[in-house]
């Protein structure tokens, strides 16, 4: 799953392409395809370098994962 980040909102994309949150673990989770739609769509007007969209692997799960091996 990904994530998108909101340079423009300086926050998450929240569920269901609704809104903004500030927590990571809050925040939508997209498939790659949906989360390159909607980083596309969202950055059509920008010219790069720049960008007001960007999306992420989720980074939880394997924080979570390196997390729990740490204290087994």
Not at 6 to 31: K, P, Q
Not at 37 to 42: N, Q
Request: aromatic share 12%; no cysteine; proline share 7%.
């Amino acid at each position: 799953m990904w994530v998108i980040w909101s340079e423009e909102h300086r926050a998450w994309w929240g569920a269901a392409r609704w809104g903004y949150v500030a927590r990571l673990t809050d925040a939508g989770r997209y498939t790659e395809t949906e989360a390159r739609e909607i980083v596309e769509r969202a950055n059509l007007a920008i010219t790069p370098p720049r960008f007001n969209e960007v999306a992420i692997p989720d980074p939880l799960p394997a924080f979570q994962a390196s997390r729990s091996r740490a204290i087994d």
